[in-house]
């Protein structure tokens, strides 16, 4: 069955009495070379398994079941229950599971599915849930080599921003803690059905063994972190007395026993200008 194709899809939706929901993000993959190239180079192979999250009615599904050991795919809407047993019913490597990403046990399914193989996570992702969805697998360690998604092409910029850099936010910082990140493509609007207002790009972040900044309370770190983005056009001096309610007298000498401009902004310092707010704050 070919789901890239608009009549088939169209076909399927009409028989099940599916229609799109807006909510849930549901802009499905109609461009033909785009599941082929993100399943090969996710790096998904006869010894790698693959979690998916949102397999929609199983287009990327069934491209990664062609690359990898085995795909365990979660889907929070049940409606596609039906779709998703025909298009993937030669698929013999795929489990679907259907639930809300953040709020399953992903290391209980991992341990339940993949029995310590070699994993891989790759995703068209919802994108009014992009940043919870990456914090939470970054935040709780998910153990997975790497995590290739396809986010809007303004988050991927963000997200593979060099920290210190204008296009970075706190959210580069906790990438850039875990995982090296880089853009693979781009991918236009008129690769979804229903095309949405804006591109998109994949991503693949390789997930690191240790991180580059040794803090013992990485809460606390990102707290320090979110706290210096939390106002974008104030320096930083300014944006974690307000976050963190701190005398600014007591913010100014951790800069400066930081080694860091009074006037600097977020966007502007390194990972370790981080760590060492963290260690003289
Ligand atoms: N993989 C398909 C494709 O590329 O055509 C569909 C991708 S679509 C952008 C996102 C999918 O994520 C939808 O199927 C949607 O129902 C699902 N989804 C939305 N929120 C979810 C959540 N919290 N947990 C799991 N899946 C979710």
Redesign the pocket.
């Known amino acids: 069955m070919n789901l890239s194709n608009i009549g088939t899809i169209k076909g399927l939706l009409n028989k099940y009495g599916f229609s799109f ?1 807006k909510k ?6 109609i461009n033909p070379s785009v ?1 082929p190239r993100m399943a090969s180079e996710c790096g998904a192979d006869s010894s790698t398994s693959v979690l ?10 069934a491209e990664l079941s062609r690359a990898a050991k085995k795909v365990v795919a ?4 049940e409606r ?1 229950k039906p779709v998703l047993s025909e298009t993937l019913k030669d698929c013999g490597n795929v489990t679907v599971l259907f ?5 399953l046990d992903l290391l209980q399914i991992i341990t339940e599915h993949f029995n310590g193989e070699d994993i891989v996570l790759c ?7 992009t940043s919870p ?1 990456l914090m939470h697998l970054l935040e709780n360690r998910i153990p997975v080599k790497s995590i290739t998604v ?1 986010v809007q092409k303004e988050a991927a910029d963000r997200l593979c921003a060099p920290v210190g850099t204008r296009q970075s936010g706190s959210v580069t910082v906790a990438v850039n803690y875990y995982a090296t990140a880089k853009k693979l493509f781009d991918v236009s609007r008129g690769s ?1 059905l229903p095309a949405p207002n804006v591109d998109s790009a994949v991503i693949k972040m390789d997930l690191r063994a240790t991180p580059p900044v040794d803090v013992a309370d990485v809460a606390r770190f990102f707290k320090i972190v979110r706290a210096s983005f939390s106002q974008r056009r104030k320096t930083v001096a300014n944006s974690l007395s307000s976050g963190l309610s701190l005398p600014k007298e007591a913010v100014l000498s951790a800069l400066e026993a930081s080694g860091i401009q009074l006037t600097a902004r977020a966007e502007e310092l390194s990972l370790s200008d981080f760590e060492a707010i963290y260690h003289n704050l």
């Open positions: 929901s849930l993000g549901q802009n499905f993959l599941c998916e999250i949102g397999p929609g009615i199983g287009v990327l599904t979660i889907e929070l809407d596609l639930g809300d990403v953040l709020k995703a068209n992702l919802p994108y009014y849930i969805i396809m979804f």
